[in-house]
């Protein structure tokens, strides 16, 4: 680097010859755009503004899209692809109907994680809130049917699937706690089946209802409300009135089936007797073949109650 | 130029120069970043200022980079729905604007160039005047044909460093973000460019007396 580039370098500037920049000066000021070109551009570009800002023209877009501007449907079509690879077996196929306590159910939740994997992480949550959905439909499908036996099962798949939801949709550092995330249409469907239930197999939804997040007086009212209208409603929701409970059948140690008059806790009381601000879902049995990180135990209940 | 079209000009510039003077509009005084703000921020009228500011320093770039007059009035045409297209995506990051609208347009010339390679002889249409004597065109058609064949001789970079420093109306730093050059080596290749054309246009006798 020779002194001139070391002086220029440090911004000084040089003195040019006068005589040569004059003339290129004068040059460049006889270098004009035609009037009547330069007012129609104008009018062009305030035109081309407006449309681009009201939506009628696209802004350009680099060559190389970005990961992230991949359209909505066109990652649910790059998923769904995905997904029909995975799922697309015989076995794959079946498993999709299973209900809980069948021996494919757990290869219907395995293909869930693996489709919960192969998701972006912003899509996640949604894929969690859709797996919960399935998990009601299979509670109601049951409850329909009259299977109650297989209730306890499948609400360890719903508190699993709300546990999973919580951990998605709360911030990881001071965000809403779980038990401020809302799941309201959720707490509607528990409280639905609570009302059809039978009596043994209350605590089991109970728990569920409690891991929602659910207040006392809103799962009071429902219940109130569904057991008014029990009989009355049709359709997807509709769950008929379970037969009565047989007499060997027991309550839950931990969980009292919560009579109409009592306010229902909002958490699971603990060995001592006191409700958890924070409850924790209860981990899944080994039946439905879910081998994901399962909450802890810590209300007093093993694999199910005894029926 | 018929007589018609003279009286009618005429009478524009006397309605022009006796017009009352226009209230002072809340865009008036902004610098050329403040406008572009303005603009993305969806004020129509500053998109209307931005382009009164940029149009000549854009043409004329573009005119003494691509010589003919037809290229430079689609170019500039291309450059400014380039700009206005991608205003919304347009993000300061302490970079001036016009910074990032000289680098539209350079890579409009850059590929216009490389797509019509067969440059035509220069031409001095750029250079003329309708209020000039045949005799002044001649000189000034001559002087111009010079400056122009002087500066071809220059190195593509001085070359590119003098139109945005003198034709653009850029400052050394941002020419230097329109090249993707430090701002040194900007000047450098404009003082070197001159020095160039001194030797190159000036008589010999000339340098030496100088």
New interface residues.
């Given amino acids: 680097m020779t002194l001139?580039?070391r002086m220029?370098?440090?911004?000084?500037?040089?003195p040019?010859?006068p005589?040569?920049?004059a003339?290129?000066?004068r040059?460049?000021q006889?270098?004009?755009?035609?009037p009547l070109?330069?007012r129609r551009?104008?009018g062009?570009?305030?035109n081309?503004?407006?449309a681009?800002?009201e939506g009628m023209?696209?802004?350009?877009q680099p060559v190389r899209l970005p990961r992230r501007s991949l359209s909505a449907l066109g990652r649910g079509m790059l998923y769904a692809s995905l997904l029909t690879a995975v799922s697309a077996t015989a076995v794959g196929a079946a498993a999709q109907q299973s209900l809980p306590g069948d021996v494919l159910f757990g290869v219907k939740l395995e293909l869930e994680s693996i489709r919960m994997e192969l998701a972006p992480a912003d899509l996640r949550d949604e894929l969690a809130a859709v797996a919960l959905d399935q998990r009601l439909d299979e509670v109601e499908a049951l409850a329909s049917a009259g299977r109650w036996e297989r209730i306890d099962a499948a609400v360890d798949a719903v508190v699993h699937a709300e546990a999973r939801l919580v951990a998605l949709r709360t911030p990881p550092a001071g965000g809403a706690t779980p038990s401020e995330v809302s799941m309201p249409e959720h707490v509607d469907r528990l409280t639905a089946l609570l009302a059809a239930a039978p009596d043994a197999e209350q605590p089991d939804l109970m728990r569920a209802l409690a891991a929602s997040g659910a207040s006392p007086s809103e799962i009071h009212s429902n219940r109130d409300h569904q057991t008014a209208n029990r009989g009355q409603r049709k359709g997807k929701h509709a769950v008929p009135v379970a037969p009565p409970a047989s007499a060997d059948s027991e309550p839950s140690a931990s969980v009292e089936p919560t009579p109409a008059a009592t306010p229902v806790p909002t958490a699971m009381p603990t060995d001592s007797g006191e409700l958890d601000p924070s409850p924790t879902p209860r981990q899944h049995g080994g039946g439905n073949g879910n081998k994901d990180d399962k909450p802890p135990n810590d209300h007093g209940k093993g694999n199910g109650p005894t029926k | 130029m018929s007589a018609f079209v003279a009286q009618a000009l005429r009478e524009a510039e006397r309605r022009r120069a006796t017009a009352p003077a226009a209230e002072p509009h809340a865009l008036d005084g902004l610098t050329v970043d403040q406008l572009a703000e303005a603009a993305i921020a969806g004020d129509v009228e500053a998109v209307g200022r931005l382009y009164d500011a940029l149009v000549l320093p854009i043409y004329r770039y573009v005119a003494v980079r691509v010589h003919r007059p037809e290229d430079a009035e689609d170019l500039t045409q291309l450059v400014f729905e380039r700009i206005v297209s991608s205003l919304p995506r347009y993000r300061s990051r302490g970079r001036p604007f016009e910074a990032w609208a000289f680098r539209i347009a350079r890579n409009a010339v850059i590929d216009h160039v490389r797509r019509d390679r067969a440059h035509e002889p220069l031409s001095d249409r750029h250079d003329t005047a309708h209020d000039e004597t045949p005799d002044r065109l001649t000189v000034r058609g001559e002087e111009v044909r010079e400056l122009r064949s002087a500066i071809r001789r220059l190195t593509p970079d001085q070359q590119e460093a003098l139109a945005l420093r003198f034709a653009a109306g850029l400052t050394a730093e941002e020419a230097a973000q329109v090249m993707g050059k430090r701002a040194g080596t900007v000047r450098g290749l404009t003082f070197r460019g001159i020095a160039s054309l001194r030797r190159l246009l000036l008589p010999e006798e000339e340098q030496v007396a100088r």
């Fill in positions: 001139l580039d220029l370098e440090r911004g000084v500037e040089m040019i010859d005589m040569i920049v003339r290129i000066e040059h460049l006889r270098i004009k755009p035609d070109f330069q551009l104008r062009q570009v305030v081309r503004y407006v681009t800002r023209i696209a802004t350009t």
